[in-house]
């Protein structure tokens, strides 16, 4: 049974950094889509960032409103992948979601939450003064 459990979250003031953490289990295929959500209050679930593996390539893909940012990274022995978040900002404050999918999504799908078939079950980050 796939399961994702995510950490790393926490308070952090305007302009610092955190790197949140997704430990996937239950599965063995190298072809594998994992991605960041995030989800603030009263707003829709929103895409973050996406890697996608597939026989050692790796492609990655961000929201704009990160870019620059936030970093999406893979510790492929380990099956985690990681956020590192920087220069964070009070709209960055959300409960952030890891989701995985057993499929190598091309480009254009990385971004969308329907194409997705795990989820964990969220870490709340929260950016203030």
């Known amino acids: 049974q796939v399961q994702l459990v995510e950490s790393g979250g926490g308070w952090v003031q305007p302009g610092g950094s955190l790197r949140l953490s997704c430990a996937g289990s239950?599965?063995?295929?190298?072809?594998?889509?994992m991605a960041w959500f995030r989800q603030a209050p009263g707003k829709e679930r929103e895409f973050v960032a996406a890697l996608r593996w597939s026989g050692g390539n790796r492609e990655t893909r961000y929201a704009n409103s990160v870019k620059g940012r936030f970093t999406i990274s893979r510790d492929s022995a380990k099956n985690t992948v990681y956020l590192q978040m920087s220069s964070l900002q009070p709209a960055d404050t959300a409960v952030y979601y890891c989701?995985?999918?057993?499929?190598?999504?091309?480009?254009?799908?990385?971004?969308?939450?329907?194409?997705?078939?795990?989820w964990g079950e969220g870490t709340q980050v929260t950016v203030s003064s």
């Open positions: 239950g599965w063995t295929d190298s072809r594998n889509t």
């Open positions: 989701a995985a999918v057993l499929l190598a999504l091309n480009a254009g799908s990385m971004a969308n939450p329907q194409f997705y078939d795990y």
